[in-house]
T-cell receptor
């Protein structure tokens, strides 16, 4: 079956702009999580959605937001981009999001560069 | 609260020799522990997971890890390294109903010919 699909793979934006990233989970998976990966901070949790509801949120400013649609696809949005937002953004899907019951499968990520 | 410490940022081994990547964790609850691998320009692939069953966990590609509660450790091992094992490895913890993964800082594994 198809894996987690993230689009676009690469993106270049200018400071102050906003960006939307997309994630299509594995068919049947209802939980989608987002992570930011940078050389300095490593992998950090952004938020997790299940059945269109945000269940958990990491320690990021309000410029970072997300949503999940009825087909479990998810988008994350970053407004008023800053240079420090340059990162690899990874999406993970799992059946339920309960780690004891299911594991997370990651997409290849979207590489965002802010100039 | 939960956290993970990977004790080595870089490990170099010769092909055919054993691999040991060290990980210590901290968790308020009974944790689930994972090892993920990331090859250059690729996403994260699950190597193995511990979820309170057997303390010795076997994963893909010959990797295994042992959960030691008394030492709060979850070290990753492989008897014989292969060139294709060169990648970055992440130890990950998830606890209770946190529904989020907390990643270690990663260990870059280099395999020398």
């Amino acid at each position: 079956k198809a894996g987690v699909t993230q689009t676009p793979r690469y993106l270049i934006k200018t400071r102050g702009q906003q960006v939307t990233l997309s994630c299509s989970p594995i068919s049947g998976h209802r939980s989608v999580s987002w992570y930011q990966q940078t050389p300095g901070q490593g992998l950090q949790f952004l938020f997790e959605y299940f059945s269109e509801t945000q269940r958990n949120k990491g320690n990021f400013p309000g410029r970072f937001s997300g949503r999940q649609f009825s087909n479990s696809r998810s988008e994350m949005n970053v407004s008023t981009l800053e240079l420090g937002d340059s990162a690899l953004y990874l999406c993970a899907s799992s059946l339920s999001g309960e780690s004891l019951l299911s594991e997370a499968f990651f997409g290849q990520g979207t590489r965002l560069t802010v100039v | 609260a939960q956290s993970v410490t990977q004790l080595d940022s870089h490990v170099s081994v010769s092909e055919g020799t054993p691999v040991l990547l060290r990980c210590n964790y901290s968790s308020s609850y009974s944790p689930s522990l994972f090892w993920y691998v990331q090859h250059p320009n690729k996403g994260l692939q699950l190597l193995l997971k511990y979820t309170s069953a057997a303390t010795l966990v076997k994963g893909i590609n010959g990797f295994e890890a042992e959960f030691k509660k008394s030492e709060t450790s979850f070290h990753l091992t492989k008897p014989s390294a292969h060139m294709s094992d060169a990648a970055e490895y992440f130890c990950v913890v998830s606890s209770g109903s946190a529904r989020q993964l907390t990643f270690g800082s990663g260990t870059q594994l280099t395999v020398l010919p």
